[in-house]
């Protein structure tokens, strides 16, 4: 099955200080990746791993796809790099084009970044461009939602709310509030899919726009599905709400689907599986299943016209000044437009809607487990949160991270919550392997 690994592990790990990782301990009992294949990962020394979390959250295709690689290739024999300010390149047109018409109503606008973080602020500048183009220059206001993950930019930080994410870094960007979360386990414990309590939690944002007044709000945003923070699946009603809401008061709606785009819910993105058409959606991860890094926003027809059509000053002169050195590189874009026909070809999001329901019998199944206080679960999106240690907030479930990766399973752990997000491209036996590995690694946890 695996040919020998050509690269051995190192034997310094010293350098490289590693990203959301406790360092010390990752360099005392290290967990390297140096090959992979399909939902297979390989140890340096070539033991298999599966994975259950599509990297992070990115692998939708799974790995080294055939049509991809070569894509990627291709192109890197080419054109290595355009500048993307005052040049282009034909492929980020074609893919933009495509992007398009992937997402409902007049979504047809596409904004490159290289992640979620910068896509994530991207719209949030967007924002307050367009708010000042069209004469609402007071409306300077973003407003985020507690526990949500953004990316690590000012602008995701200010409107992020998970607490270790900003306690650090000071005052961050002014004006900003925030929604509550949707987290409600008196009501809603180990809900299937959306859970039946909560919509008016969106009511918040009325009280937001009251407290505030309508004419300095800019923008909401938030993730359709709180994904880092341990999957909040949005309560039934909810996010209709807050469309409703935002439109009444001419507060733009940025739909964060840098998690849910590309077949996580087993559908395109979370505009089709709700049927909403939010103003703005930032994209990352599967849009190149992470093969290269890209991000994106999509933004709505009249966003663009305001900004870009209607600018008064002369047509030589640049209309928004934003952008990034890297901005649909074309190793990017080829990955990105590979990957869409990969899941158009493999019918990739309807594979994942249908393997969603087995994904949460099984998922459920552990209810019943040791340490187990909430199950939740939307598309091939899951989390099992996990009772914390007295005193040792999050220790439990980065055990159970290492206990697993142990019986060759990669899961990801966020504070004391399991998550889940296999590839696309899984198999029931795939999932009945997770979940029995699973199983007995919460038995067994301490
Ligand atoms: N928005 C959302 C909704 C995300 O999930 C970002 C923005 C930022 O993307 P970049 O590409 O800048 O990392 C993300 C990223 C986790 C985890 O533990 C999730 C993400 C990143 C790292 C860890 O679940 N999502």
Known sequence: MLESPSIPAPNDLEAHWIPFTPNRHFKRHPRLIARAEGVWYYTPEGRPVLDATSGLWCCNIGHRHPKVVEAIQRQAAELDYAPPFQFGHPKSFALAARLRDLFPGDLDYVFFTNSGSESVDTALKIALAYQRAIGQGTRTRLIGRERAYHGVGFGGLSVGGMVNNRKWFGPLLPGVDHLPHTLDLERNAFSRGQPQFGAELADALERIVQLHDPSTIAAV????????????????????????????????????????????????????????????????????????????????????????EKNPAPEKVIELFHGYTYSAHPLACAAALAVLEVYRDEDLFRRAAQLAPY????????????????????????AI??????????????????????????IRVTGDTIALSPPLIATREHLDRIFDILAKVLAELP
Not at 256 to 279: Q, S
Not at 359 to 382: C, K, Y
């Open 221 to 308: 945003i938030v993730e359709p599905v709180a994904g880092s923070i341990g999957v909040y699946p949005p309560p039934v009603g909810y996010l209709e709400r807050l469309r409703a809401i935002t439109e009444k008061y001419g507060i733009l709606l940025i739909f964060d689907e840098v998690i849910t785009g590309f077949g996580r819910l087993g559908a395109a993105n979370a505009c089709e599986y709700f049927g909403i058409v939010p103003d703005m959606v930032t994209l990352a991860k599967g849009l190149t299943a992470a093969t290269v890094p890209m991000g994106a926003v999509m933004v709505r027809r009249p966003i663009y016209e305001a900004i870009v």
């Open 359 to 382: 994904f949460e019998e099984r998922l459920h199944a552990l209810a019943d487990h040791p340490h187990v206080v909430d199950i939740r679960n939307l598309g091939l999106m899951g």
């Open 385 to 410: 949160e996990l009772a914390p240690r007295p005193g040792r907030a999050s220790e439990r479930a980065y055990d159970a991270m290492c206990a697993a990766f142990e019986r060759g399973l990669m």
